[in-house]
C-alpha cells in the first residue's frame, strides 16, 4: 500500500470512524430498548402483544416515509448539520416514550420519533462514500455496524439495571429506561455539530497532499461507475435492482428487529430469571454476532467478493431461526438464535458494498435511503407480524418461522441482482 493511502485512510478512520459507532450505537439503543422495557411496559399500560408489536413497528412506517427526503436533505446541507438534526430530535421523542399513557400516545410518539431518525443510517452509509474508497468498504461499514450488537451487548445489562430501579422517584423502571437512555444522544448533538466535517476539503487535520491524494481516488471511483451505471436520483427509485436489494435487506431487518423487540420475552419466558440475569443472556449472541461482523467484513474486503459473503450469512439466519422455532430447551435454543444472530450481523456490512458500487452522487444519497426505507419497513413488519402469531398461537414456533421465511426470499433475490464488480473493483485501477 502507497504510503499516502496507508496514511491517509488511517487519519480518516480514526477521527470519524468513533463518532459515528457511538452516534449509531445510541440510535440502536434507543431504538430497541423497547424490547426491555416491553414486559413491564406493557403490563402497567394493559398491552396485548398485538398492541405493542404495531407500536414498535409504526416507527418503521414513519422512516420509510420519511427516509428518502431526509437523505436528500443531508446531501443538501452536509452531513455535520443534518445529523446533529436528526440526533436532538430523536433524543428528545425517545425521552418521550416515558409519559405515554396508553396505545395512542404511544403510537403516536413512535411514528415521530421514526420521522425524527429517519435518514440517520442511509445518511452515514452515503457519508461513508465520501471518505473511503471501495476496496475499503466492507471493513468500514462494518466498524461502523458494530454498534449495532455492541449496544445490545452493552445495553442489554445496562437496560436490566435501569428496570430495577423500579419506584425510584415515583416511577416506574421502563420510564427511568426510557428517559436516561436518551441523554446521550442529546449531548452527542453538540459534539457532531463542531467535530464532524463534511467533505474531506473541510478536513483541516488532513495534509494539503493527503485531501487532494482522497478526493481525486474517490472522483475517479465515481466517474467509473457512472461510466457503467449513470442513473438520476428518480430514476434510482425506479431500478428494479435497488428495490430488489430493499427486499434483500428486508430479509434481513425482519429477523433482526424481530428478535430485538421480542428476544428478552422468549428468555423471561424460560422462568426464574430477573432483569439483570435476562439482559446478560440477551446479550450473548449479539456479543458472537459482532466478532462475526468485524472478521467476516475483513475477509470480503480480503477476497473482492460479495455476492457469496452474503449469500452463506443469509443462509445462516434461515438455518438458526428454523432451528430455534422448533427447539424449546433455553441453551440449545440459545445456540440455535446465536447462529442465526452471526448471519444477521456478518450479512449486514457485506449487504451495503452491493448498492454503493451501484450508486454515486444524488443517485447514491436517494437510493441508500429508497434501499433502507424498503427494509427497514422490516421493522414494522417483524415485531407487527411477530406479535400477532404470537398471541394467536400462544408460543413463538410460528413466530420465528416467519421471520426465517424472509431470508430465503432474500437469498434468491440475491442470486438474481447479483454484484457488479465491474463497479465496485474496476476503479483500482484508476488511483491517484
Not at 446533529?84 to 395512542?104: E, K, N, Y
Not at 471501495?134 to 468500514?140: D, E, G, K, L, T
Not at 467533505?199 to 461510466?227: M, N
Request: hydrophobic residues 55%; charged residues 15%; contains cysteine.
Amino acid at each position: 500500500m502507497d504510503s499516502i493511502e496507508q496514511r491517509t485512510i488511517s487519519k480518516i478512520s480514526w477521527r470519524l470512524l468513533p463518532l459515528l459507532m457511538v452516534s449509531y450505537f445510541i440510535a440502536y439503543l434507543d431504538r430497541v430498548n423497547l424490547g426491555f422495557a416491553g414486559a413491564s411496559m406493557s403490563k402497567d399500560l394493559g398491552f396485548s402483544a398485538t398492541v405493542f408489536g404495531n407500536a414498535a413497528g409504526i416507527f418503521f412506517i414513519a422512516y420509510f416515509l420519511f427516509e428518502v427526503p431526509s437523505n436528500l436533505a443531508l446531501e443538501r446541507f452536509g452531513a455535520r448539520r443534518w445529523i446533529a438534526r436528526i440526533m436532538l430530535s430523536w433524543g428528545v421523542l425517545s425521552m418521550a416514550q416515558a409519559w405515554v399513557g396508553g396505545a395512542t400516545s404511544f403510537n403516536v410518539v413512535r411514528f415521530l420519533l421514526g420521522i425524527a431518525e429517519a435518514g440517520f443510517f442511509p445518511g452515514v452509509i452515503f457519508y461513508l462514500t465520501l471518505w473511503f474508497p471501495a476496496a475499503y468498504r466492507a471493513r468500514i461499514v462494518g466498524w461502523f455496524m458494530f454498534a449495532v450488537p455492541i449496544s445490545t451487548v452493552i445495553g442489554s445489562p445496562i437496560s436490566g439495571y435501569i428496570l430495577n430501579m423500579d419506584g425510584f422517584g415515583g416511577m416506574r423502571g421502563w420510564q427511568w429506561l426510557f428517559i436516561l437512555e436518551a441523554i446521550p444522544a442529546i449531548v452527542l448533538t453538540f459534539v457532531v455539530l463542531f467535530y464532524l466535517p463534511d467533505r474531506p476539503k473541510d478536513a483541516k487535520w488532513l495534509t494539503a497532499e493527503e485531501a487532494g491524494w482522497l478526493q481525486s481516488r474517490i472522483d475517479a471511483e465515481r466517474v467509473h461507475r457512472e461510466s457503467i451505471h449513470s442513473i438520476s436520483w428518480k430514476q434510482a427509485l425506479l431500478n428494479w435492482k435497488v428495490i430488489s436489494l430493499g427486499i434483500v435487506y428486508m430479509g434481513i431487518t425482519v429477523p433482526l428487529y424481530g428478535l430485538s423487540f421480542f428476544l428478552p420475552q422468549i428468555i423471561k419466558g424460560f422462568g426464574g430469571l430477573g432483569n439483570v440475569e435476562i439482559g446478560f443472556i440477551n446479550a450473548f449472541p449479539y456479543l458472537v454476532g459482532s466478532i462475526a461482523m468485524v472478521l467476516w467484513s475483513r475477509w470480503s474486503d480480503a477476497r473482492r467478493e460479495r455476492k457469496l459473503f452474503l449469500l452463506i450469512p443469509l443462509a445462516c439466519i434461515f438455518f438458526g431461526l428454523v432451528a430455534a422455532a422448533q427447539i424449546s430447551s433455553p441453551v440449545p435454543k440459545m445456540a440455535a438464535v446465536t447462529v442465526a444472530a452471526v448471519g444477521i450481523f456478518s450479512a449486514l456490512p457485506v449487504f451495503w458494498t452491493v448498492p454503493t458500487a451501484l450508486l454515486s452522487g444524488v443517485a447514491a444519497a436517494a437510493g441508500i435511503a429508497w434501499i433502507n426505507s424498503i427494509g427497514n419497513l422490516g421493522g414494522y413488519i417483524g415485531p407487527t407480524i411477530f406479535g400477532v402469531l404470537k398471541d394467536r398461537m400462544g408460543n413463538d414456533f410460528y413466530a420465528v418461522l416467519f421471520l426465517a421465511a424472509l431470508s430465503v426470499v432474500a437469498i434468491g433475490l440475491v442470486l438474481v441482482v447479483g454484484h457488479d464488480k465491474r463497479a465496485e473493483l474496476g476503479a483500482e485501477g484508476a488511483r491517484a
